[in-house]
C-alpha cells in the first residue's frame, strides 16, 4: 500500500497523485487512473457531466487540481457499482430510462448518490419549505438540486423519476 501522502484515494484504490500540480482532477482520473467513466463536458463546471464524490460531497473534477485532493477518498460511476451489481440509483437510470445518449449519465448519477444522502442529512436546499426540518425528496426538491447537471438529450423527468424511487426507498442512494 503506497503512503497516504501523495496519493489520492480513488473508488478504494491508492493512486499517486500527478507529477504536473496543473493536472485537474477530471484529467486524472480518465488518463492516469483509467477511469473513463467520468466525461469531460464544458471544462467550465457548467454541465456537470464531470461530477463525482469526494469525501461524500458532489463536485465538479474539472474545476479542481489532482493534488488538492492527495489523501481524499474519491467515487467515480466505476465505484458504485458494476455490470453485475449495479448500484439502486443505476438500476434505477435504467429501469426508467433515465439517459438517451448516456454521456451525462455518470456525472447525473454520481451527483445524485451525493444529492441524496444531503437529503438524508436534512441539507437544505432553495427549494426546502422548512430550512430547520426534515427534508423530503419531492420532484422539486430533486430538480433544485440536480440543477448543476444538464441533459442535452432532455431526460430529465425520467432523471427525476429514477432518483424519486430510490429516494423512497429504504438504502437510498448511498454507495455504502
Not at 103 to 132: F, R
Request: aromatic share 4%; hydrophobic share 30%; charged share 25%.
Amino acid at each position: 500500500m503506497l503512503d497516504k501522502s501523495g496519493t489520492i484515494n480513488v473508488n478504494g484504490e491508492p493512486h499517486r497523485s500527478p507529477e504536473d500540480p496543473r493536472r485537474s482532477l477530471l484529467d486524472f482520473l480518465r488518463e492516469e487512473c483509467g477511469l473513463t467513466g467520468t466525461k469531460k463536458g464544458c471544462d467550465h463546471g457548467q454541465c456537470g457531466a464531470c461530477t463525482v464524490i469526494v469525501g461524500g460531497l458532489r463536485i465538479n473534477s474539472c474545476l479542481t487540481l489532482a493534488v488538492m485532493h492527495e489523501g481524499d477518498d474519491v467515487t467515480t460511476i466505476e465505484g458504485l457499482g458494476t455490470p453485475d451489481k449495479p448500484s439502486p440509483l443505476q438500476t434505477a437510470f435504467h429501469d426508467h430510462d433515465g439517459y438517451q445518449c448516456g454521456y451525462c449519465t455518470p456525472g447525473q448519477i454520481c451527483s445524485a448518490t451525493a444529492m441524496l444522502d444531503e437529503i438524508a442529512n436534512n441539507w437544505p436546499s432553495d427549494a426546502s419549505d422548512d430550512l430547520g426540518g426534515a427534508i423530503e425528496a419531492t420532484d422539486e426538491e430533486i430538480r433544485e438540486r440536480m440543477s448543476g447537471n444538464l441533459c442535452r438529450c432532455g431526460a430529465y423527468a425520467n432523471i427525476v423519476k429514477a432518483i424519486a424511487e430510490v429516494a423512497h426507498t429504504s438504502n437510498g442512494g448511498s454507495a455504502e
